[in-house]
């Protein structure tokens, strides 16, 4: 699968990267995919590394991050059992 | 007494504020036991969110700290219930506090990423790789979708060979090379298929510019093949080496 990626991205497949990358998190993140502190935690660090690399604009970084942030507040109200 | 944010611990037996604000725009300042100091901010919360703002507030403390101070840098999001729990953390911590600030006294730390360029990739992989070329005129005359797969696998292959070489090549001598100009040094997981080289070096202060100068050498003998990134000076997270009594 890698190489496959990999051969894709240098024949100039449409897919880059990062948008591999976001095209993850926005699906993960419109399915409730994401259960754990943890794994949003390490989106939202993919995010800005992203947003750094320029490979995501602001905007889009932070409607995104709002996103996340919501369902970060939401695990841990379960997890506090509120 | 209210919570206590807390950014990290330096050498500094005077109570200080530093004119500066830190996650929620609050003053930061320090709670002090003997020669030691936790540098803290008021929060009213019980847990902080990690978004961009605020965990660019907590680099931001700690970078301002650097200039002036050796810091034993704590990760985002701690907070202690009181400023009396804190107290109690540098209490009784303070021996190996003391010993990890030693160890960390005139150091920095320097982060380093190659990515392979895409680019030169391209360059590299059309000047007469003729099994590349094959490849990809039997994908065009395929005669089926099963067996266009299966060639673009096989082309994939030979790319990840190349990658495999250039990390050889370029990253693994550039980390190799900048560790002789470093205290210690670590290597962290890639980030993303581009990334061959994600490493973290522990540098003297008096030595940044020095290392700088080698990664600059570095980059214009490998003539944009690889790309450089180099974040630094940063508080020595990668390099701590203690592991805190916890206070409850």
């Known amino acids: 699968m890698i190489s496959k990626f990999l051969y894709d991205v240098l024949i100039g497949a449409p897919l880059t990267l990062g948008k591999e990358i976001l095209e993850k998190i926005r699906d993960e993140v419109d399915k409730g995919r994401l259960t754990t502190e943890e794994s949003i935690k390490e989106r939202l660090q993919q995010l800005q590394l992203l947003l750094q690399d320029g490979e995501l604009g602001m905007e889009e970084y932070e409607e995104l991050e709002a996103k996340l942030i919501e369902r970060l507040r939401a695990v841990r109200e379960y997890q506090r059992g509120v | 007494m209210g919570k206590k944010y807390i950014y990290g611990i330096i050498e500094e037996p005077q109570p200080r504020k530093f004119g500066f604000f830190g996650i929620g725009e609050v003053e930061v300042y320090t709670i002090n036991y003997e020669k030691l100091a936790a540098i803290v901010s008021d929060t009213e919360l019980q847990e902080v969110d990690p978004t961009r703002k605020n965990v660019l507030a907590h680099t931001t403390v700690q970078d301002r700290l650097l200039k002036e101070y050796d810091l034993l840098p704590m990760g985002f999001g701690i907070i202690a219930n009181s400023e009396d729990e804190v107290r109690s953390l540098l209490v009784k911590n303070y021996d190996s506090l003391i010993r990890e600030l030693k160890g960390l006294a005139g ?76 205290v210690d040094a670590r290597l962290n997981d890639p980030l993303g298929l581009k990334n061959i080289l994600n490493a973290s070096f522990l540098i003297d202060k008096s030595r940044e510019s020095e290392f700088k100068d080698e990664i600059y050498k570095l980059d214009s003998q490998y003539q944009g093949k690889v790309n450089f990134k180099y974040v630094g000076p940063l508080a020595p997270y990668n390099f701590v080496k203690l592991k805190l009594e916890p206070v409850k």
Do not use: C, H
């Open chain 2, 107 to 182: 150091k920095i730390e320097g982060e380093l990423k190659v990515f392979w360029d895409q680019e030169a990739m391209m360059r590299q992989l059309e000047g007469g790789n003729r099994e590349l070329d094959r490849i990809k005129e039997r994908i065009r005359t395929a005669s089926s979708p099963v067996e266009a797969q299966s060639l673009l696998m096989q082309a994939g292959k030979l790319v990840e060979r190349v990658v495999l070489d250039w990390k050889a090549k370029y990253a693994q001598r550039a980390y190799n090379t900048l560790k002789q100009f470093s």
